[in-house]
């Protein structure tokens, strides 16, 4: 069973930064495509952004020009750089990571923003 251990989370001013990690049990080349979702209380968890083997990204509009998904083959790890963190931001945030045939998901790291 694949597991996803995530890393990164906390509580940061309005503003701030913080940089979240997920490393993956087995070589990240077995996955088609690596991504965070993130949940807020009340809400329906939602895309926060993509990165396919090939190294194409996606990102949700609201954060576009703020979060940076990237991986690190080295270290099997991929990255979400989160700058100008907005209170809208705070949610429990997953790591996603997916085969042809099976999806996989870390426990979540919890990110809140204060004002």
């Known amino acids: 069973q694949v597991q996803l251990v995530e890393s990164g989370g906390g509580l940061v001013q309005g503003g701030g930064s913080l940089r979240l990690s997920c490393a993956p049990s087995?070589?990240?080349?077995?996955?088609?495509?690596m991504g965070w979702y993130r949940q807020a209380p009340g809400k329906q968890r939602e895309l926060v952004a993509t990165?396919?083997?090939?190294?194409?990204?996606n990102y949700a509009d609201s954060v576009k020009g703020r979060f940076t998904i990237s991986r690190d083959n080295a270290k099997n790890t991929v990255y979400l750089q989160m700058n100008n963190l907005k209170p809208e931001d705070t949610a429990v945030y997953y790591c996603?990571?997916?085969?042809?045939?099976?999806?996989?998901w870390g426990q979540g790291t919890q990110v809140t923003v204060s004002s």
């Open positions: 996603n990571m997916r085969k042809i045939l099976y999806v996989y």
């Open positions: 087995e070589s990240m080349f077995s996955f088609n495509v």
């Open positions: 990165i396919t083997s090939g190294g194409s990204t």
